[in-house]
């Protein structure tokens, strides 16, 4: 199996089937982030594949010295971003709950923890709507991609001091928000995050 680097380098040689293999390999990555910054299945569809067209129309850019996946998500995080601001602009309606995280999803669970965990969801993503964009994507790349500050600095183009002061301050945030919206747990949760 090749490298990302070494589908790169044919990409760039034009070998269409090595961006074939980095979209096969990297998509579910993409769509997820992108579901979980939206909050609308069709809408992150629509963010995956105009982050793949991006990175396709923008791989002579790409270094090397950072992964490849880093890249790519960065570029998926900037255009939710952006699509989030927009957003603002004209209220729209998130009302659809996001389905249970995979890694969080277990098959033996009874219906009353699959209620509980549904309801908790709900008001996650409900709690998530109501962050700032910048703050968003911080929360879902520390907490949903396990990222590292330095990893997601560089994906949001930003400093490590500055992530570790968005999460902080995006974690008071929501337990504040959680607190007054009697979210059961959710406070003491997010302020030991």
Known sequence: MDTDQELVVRLLRGDQDAFAALVERYQRAVFNL???????????????????LRAYQHVDRYDAG??????LLSIASNYCIDRLRKRRLTWLSLDEPLPPHPAL????????????YRERDAAVHRLLNQLAPEYRAAIILRYWYDMSYLEIAGILDTTESAIKSRLFRARQMLAEEARSQHVPGMAVAMEGA
Not at 34 to 52: I, P, S, V
Not at 66 to 71: D, N
């Open 34 to 52: 992108c579901y979980r910054m939206l909050g609308e299945a069709r809408e992150a569809e629509d963010a995956a594949q105009e982050t793949f």
């Open 66 to 71: 950072r992964p490849f996946k880093t890249w």
């Open 105 to 116: 999803n277990s098959q033996e669970a009874g219906p009353e923890d699959t209620t509980l």
